[in-house]
């Protein structure tokens, strides 16, 4: 499978089309008709927004594996929101998901 194809995948797996992406990205759909079909975008910012807007991760795209898990579309949103929170409620996000992390790491004892 050539990255063209698993750009293809990736967005079919989606239910999107290739003029959504296109649109997303602000490119011309030309543009993105031939990433799909194995043109190389110019620089790495653009891979990494092409990625990141497909779900899937630069592991994948480059070697067609995956070293890391991919996140979801719904992941990498939350991570976008909360990067553009202002830094007083960021903080207290951030507090409050280490604190679900941590309960999840070391649950209650059901027994107490």
């Not at 499978?1 to 490119?27: F, N, P, S, W, Y």
């Not at 898990?69 to 903080?91: C, G």
């Amino acid at each position: 499978m050539t990255k063209g194809d698993r750009l293809k995948a990736a967005r079919l797996k989606e239910g999107r089309t290739q003029e959504q992406i296109a649109m997303e990205l602000h490119v011309a759909l030309t543009t993105y008709k031939g990433w799909e079909a194995d043109r190389e975008p110019r620089t790495l910012d653009m891979t990494a927004r092409l990625c990141q807007c497909l779900g899937i991760s630069l592991d994948y795209y480059v070697t067609g594996e995956e070293c890391t898990p991919a996140l979801t579309t719904e992941e990498s949103a939350l991570i976008k929101t909360s990067n553009e929170l202002p830094p007083s409620i960021r903080k207290d996000f951030v507090t409050i998901m280490q604190a679900i992390n941590e309960h999840l790491k070391h649950p209650p004892d059901p027994q107490n």
